[in-house]
């Protein structure tokens, strides 16, 4: 999910055309370095008030159990804390053509292409998503609570804890954690979809094992409750994602098509309107917006039927999505779909 280190890297060596790009991306990521601390140091200030030590206390459970029992990675990264007194960490920009479900790609020499471009600037992200509606792409924009070096800037403190997570419900943060470090196990670097999916796959899979066994029944009950709301937005928005996509690959000129989408969408507005939830979505809603949950929700059930295959075994998975991640896309994909045999 998110990672805007990857970018920051990936400017600096297509040289001078992304040197705005690499400015924006360097400073902020070396501002949240310096702000974050150990969470040991945080729990020793006698003024730290009591619900954000609960969480911290929380994250280091979380943390200690991610290494422990979903053998991810066992280093420093979310063992510090930071807060960057804003509700987002980067503001991500999605784009998509104006007659297709499909991101456009930022690529870059070595780290490959991804679906988005993050920003540290709010201002920064609008000034490039003008951009890009004005060449006719569909465009969202979305604050982004946390994104994972890959392990890199283990070498400087790690990954950090940060104020726009560290208040989420107990299974909601575990899944954060979870998500952000299985970044850190395996990353195919043309392919976002891939990434996002298996990271969901590990957040989901680990939040289970977690509230099975580490939490109480309160917590259980909450993270079912938002199990059962995201559901119920997927099948509100499920059937729209796929006219879509049949009337963008349909013979009809494209005076058609436009219309249809527009059909589509306004039928989606008025589907949406009883939660105010689901309805704010629904405004706002494009093209972009159904690229983007496609990126981290298409993939992950052949994700977790692959760790069933695995014999649910962590180490094993892993080690099959490093094979995976390894291989060409189309080849990767096919696999990926394809049932093991004796497993």
Known sequence: MKRAWL???AALL?????????????????????????????LAQPDLSPALRDQLVLSRRIRDFASASLHLPDNPSYRRYADLKRSAVVWNVVATPELSLGLTSSCFPVMGCVGYRGFFDRAAADAHAETLRKAGLDVMIYGVPAYSTLGW???????????????YPEGELAQMIFHELAHQVAYAADDTPFNEAFATAVERLGAAAWLQSQAGPAARAEYSAGLARRERFRALIRPYRDQLAALYASEQPEPA??????????????AAAADAGFSAWASRANNASFAL???????????????????????????????LAALPKPERRAQLAMPKQGD
């Not at 400087?156 to 940060?162: F, H, Q, R, S, V």
């Not at 098509?257 to 008025?270: D, N, P, T, V």
């Not at 993939?299 to 760790?307: G, Q, T, V």
Request: glycine share 10%.
């Open 257 to 270: 098509k436009l219309a249809g989408k527009a059909r589509l969408f306004e039928q989606l507005r008025a």
């Open 14 to 42: 297509s040289g001078c055309g992304q040197l705005g790009y690499l400015s924006q991306s360097l400073g902020g990521h070396l501002r949240l370095m310096s702000a974050a601390r150990p969470v040991d140091d945080w």
């Open 293 to 323: 949950l496609s990126a981290y929700a298409d993939l992950s059930p052949a994700f977790e039927a692959l760790f069933k295959q695995m014999g649910s075994d962590w180490p094993r998975f892993y080690a099959e999505v490093q094979r």
């Open 153 to 167: 800037s283990n070498w400087i403190g790690g990954d950090p804890l940060l104020n726009t997570f560290i208040n």
């Open 7 to 9: 970018l920051l890297m």
